[in-house]
């Protein structure tokens, strides 16, 4: 069985074939600058040179159809007839609480996607138009919407709720969603697989740290609460997000500034997090490398981070009443050895052990805590693309 992955943004489409026999990855690629000028293909068959076209593509139907004619391609393709695609599978940013999990498209999916457009004005008009590009291509082939958002819609009222009042939440669906859901909910089937569990005997806290982050509480299999909010903000710094502050920083910065709310938005996404505190960049190893030269503000940025993800930690083993394992994953989480040592060091007191020589290792699977360590540590890099051709099989078959 074939599946197709799709990632879609306004101007990009992304993808990746599954031959979920053995779940590996036939070929993959890009289509950028969708609707703007120099738009390219980039594509690539597993062991094979990349194949580029640089050629207008006006939209998303155009793009999806250059996709398909490279997947069937006689030198650069790994499909004889479409027919060999099963199923496609889309990467959906937000679902708001219209969906608890991943669903087959029909007509009523499509009208809860668009209503779920305020939650992700960037991503899910993207969404959108891939779906009805594939749909218009292949009107037969079943299509499964996957959710950043649906692992964390078993957290419990009391943990997604703002205190604001109310009507907010009831007419503006103003709550904490979450994101990264799909690597947190692979990242722990995973870790308890690893650990020879089953999720539904473990207490995990997930730590998906990359340019932005988030942590999650996972009990007995089930997310109960998440660091990142309405919008992906929220939780620790990030690389330019700011995480958590008091809300009354942003009018306070506002008065100063003049800035407008979309100005503001801005300012809180792309300006700030380790690149605004540091003043050197969003990339954590250029972070790491001014502050070993001696740059305090890097060092700042980075104890913040480190006390940040301890903090939440220390949080979620309260809200779940224990711990069994930490797992981290992303850019950050599987390669930077010096931020797990860091946080698994303050966490000592309630029996993490952390090994460093186990620790030192980047973008492998491993269980890196000291064997007489109370509470497991794993390092489980993470597949969204896979977790979604899973899931579509899951669903459709
Ligand atoms: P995204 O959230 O965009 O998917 P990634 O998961 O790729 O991002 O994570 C990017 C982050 O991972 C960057 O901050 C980068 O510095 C960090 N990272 C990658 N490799 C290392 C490393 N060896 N040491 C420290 N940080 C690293």
Same mark, same amino acid.
């Given at each position: 069985?074939?599946?197709?992955?799709?990632?879609?943004?306004?101007?990009?489409?992304?993808? #990746?074939?599954?031959?979920?026999?053995?779940?590996?990855?036939?070929?993959?690629?890009?289509?950028?600058?969708?609707?703007?000028?120099?738009?390219? /293909?980039?594509?690539?068959?597993t062991?094979?040179? $990349?194949?580029?076209l640089?050629?207008?593509?006006?939209?998303?139907?155009?793009?999806?159809k250059l996709?398909?004619?490279?997947?069937?391609?006689?030198?650069?393709?790994? /499909?004889?007839?479409?027919?060999?695609?099963s199923?496609?599978?889309?990467?959906?940013?937000?679902?708001?609480?219209?969906?608890?999990?991943?669903?087959?498209?029909?007509?009523?999916?499509?009208?809860a996607?668009?209503?779920?457009? $305020?939650?992700?004005?960037?991503?899910?008009?993207?969404?959108?138009?891939?779906?009805?590009?594939? #749909?218009?291509?292949? $009107?037969?082939?079943?299509?499964?919407?996957?959710?950043?958002?649906?692992?964390? #819609?078993? !957290?419990?009222?009391?943990?997604?709720?703002?205190?604001?009042?109310?009507?907010?939440?009831?007419?503006?669906?103003?709550?904490?969603?979450?994101?990264?859901?799909?690597?947190?909910? *692979?990242?722990?089937?995973?870790?308890?697989?690893?650990?020879?569990?089953?999720?539904?005997? /473990?207490?995990?806290?997930?730590?998906?740290l990359?340019?932005?982050?988030?942590?999650?509480?996972?009990?007995?299999?089930?997310?109960?609460?998440?660091? !990142?909010?309405?919008?992906?903000?929220?939780?620790?710094?990030?690389?330019?997000?700011?995480?958590?502050?008091? $809300?009354?920083?942003?009018p306070?910065? #506002?008065?100063?500034?003049?800035?407008?709310?979309?100005? !503001?938005?801005?300012?809180?996404?792309?300006?700030?997090?380790? /690149?605004?505190?540091?003043?050197?960049?969003?990339?954590?190893?250029?972070v790491?490398?001014?502050?070993?030269?001696?740059?305090?503000?890097?060092?700042?940025?980075?104890?913040?981070l480190?006390?940040?993800?301890?903090?939440?930690?220390?949080?979620?083993?309260?809200? !779940?009443?224990?711990?069994?394992?930490?797992?981290?994953?992303?850019?950050?989480?599987?390669?930077?050895?010096?931020?797990?040592?860091?946080v698994?060091?303050?966490?000592? *007191?309630?029996?993490?052990?952390?090994?460093?020589?186990?620790?030192?290792?980047?973008?492998?699977?491993a269980?890196?805590?000291?064997?007489?360590?109370?509470?497991?540590?794993?390092?489980?890099?993470?597949?969204?693309?896979?977790?979604?051709?899973?899931?579509?099989?899951?669903?459709?078959?």
């Amino acid at each position: 069985m074939k599946i197709l992955v799709i990632n879609c943004g306004s101007s990009s489409l992304k993808y #990746q074939l599954f031959d979920m026999e053995n779940e590996s990855v036939s070929a993959k690629g890009l289509v950028d600058r969708i609707g703007i000028e120099g738009s390219n /293909l980039t594509h690539r068959k597993t062991g094979a040179e $990349p194949f580029t076209l640089t050629t207008p593509i006006k939209d998303h139907k155009v793009a999806m159809k250059l996709v398909l004619d490279a997947l069937t391609d006689a030198n650069h393709g790994v /499909l004889k007839s479409l027919d060999e695609i099963s199923g496609a599978g889309h990467r959906i940013v937000s679902g708001g609480d219209y969906f608890k999990e991943a669903v087959l498209v029909n007509d009523e999916v499509m009208d809860a996607l668009r209503k779920c457009i $305020p939650l992700a004005p960037l991503h899910n008009p993207g969404h959108i138009m891939g779906i009805e590009a594939i #749909q218009h291509a292949l $009107p037969k082939l079943p299509n499964v919407v996957v959710f950043d958002t649906a692992f964390h #819609q078993t !957290m419990p009222d009391y943990a997604y709720m703002y205190g604001l009042p109310w009507e907010f939440y009831e007419t503006h669906r103003v709550r904490r969603y979450g994101a990264h859901g799909t690597s947190h909910h *692979f990242v722990s089937l995973r870790a308890a697989e690893i650990l020879g569990k089953s999720p539904s005997e /473990l207490k995990m806290i997930t730590c998906h740290l990359g340019n932005g982050s988030s942590i999650s509480a996972v009990k007995n299999g089930k997310c109960i609460d998440t660091s !990142m909010g309405l919008t992906p903000l929220a939780g620790v710094i990030m690389g330019t997000r700011t995480g958590d502050m008091d $809300p009354a920083c942003v009018p306070f910065v #506002q008065n100063i500034t003049k800035y407008s709310a979309d100005e !503001m938005n801005n300012f809180m996404n792309k300006k700030s997090g380790l /690149l605004g505190i540091s003043g050197v960049s969003s990339d954590l190893r250029d972070v790491e490398e001014a502050a070993n030269k001696g740059n305090e503000r890097a060092q700042l940025a980075i104890n913040m981070l480190e006390y940040g993800i301890t903090k939440y930690i220390g949080a979620y083993t309260a809200a !779940m009443g224990g711990l069994d394992a930490i797992v981290f994953t992303a850019g950050i989480g599987e390669n930077s050895a010096s931020t797990r040592e860091a946080v698994c060091k303050k966490l000592e *007191f309630m029996g993490v052990k952390i090994d460093t020589a186990k620790n030192n290792i980047r973008g492998k699977e491993a269980i890196v805590s000291a064997d007489d360590s109370k509470v497991k540590v794993l390092v489980v890099p993470t597949n969204e693309e896979l977790m979604i051709a899973r899931e579509t099989k899951r669903v459709a078959f």
